[in-house]
């Protein structure tokens, strides 16, 4: 059965059951946009086998730090290192799996690696787009 066909329950590997998850504490409730988000990230984190911190959406310390809100690690670093440089990085981007900030990371961050795959990617959205063009403004060594 694929994850998240029936919220609050998955199929245990080892026996084959159905059995209760701990999707954590509610915030939004209803059926809104915001309450149907909460839910799928409550879903996903179960499924990641990583404890929610005081809201089901949000994740405890201890996968915070581990960097459980980023696909890739280069993305959890790209963040760190953001945080670190004090531009505006906070502990809801490492902890609320809402956050645009940290879906941000995700996008973006492996993008800035590799140029070839950006311009590619890019391209269809910024009519004009060539390959890496530093900006007059700021300095081309980051």
């Known amino acids: 059965m694929p994850p998240g066909i029936l919220p609050g329950l998955q199929v245990t590997p080892?026996?084959?059951r159905l059995e209760a998850v701990d999707e954590g504490p509610l915030y939004t409730r209803g059926h809104t946009?915001?309450?149907r988000a909460e839910a799928r990230q409550r879903a996903y984190r179960a499924e990641l086998g990583v404890q929610h911190?005081?809201?089901g959406h949000l994740l405890a310390k201890e996968a915070a730090d581990e960097g459980k809100n980023f696909i890739l690690d280069e993305t959890f670093r790209a963040a760190r290192q953001r945080e670190r440089a004090g531009k505006g990085v906070t502990a809801r981007t490492f902890e609320n799996m809402l956050s645009s900030q940290a879906m941000c990371f995700n996008v973006f961050a492996p993008l800035a690696s590799r140029l070839e795959l950006a311009t590619a990617v890019l391209r269809p959205f910024v009519p004009g787009l060539v390959g890496k063009q530093?900006?007059?403004s700021r300095p081309t060594d980051r």
């Open 14 to 16: 080892e026996s084959g």
């Open 33 to 35: 946009y915001r309450a």
């Open 53 to 55: 911190g005081t809201y």
């Open 134 to 136: 530093p900006s007059p």
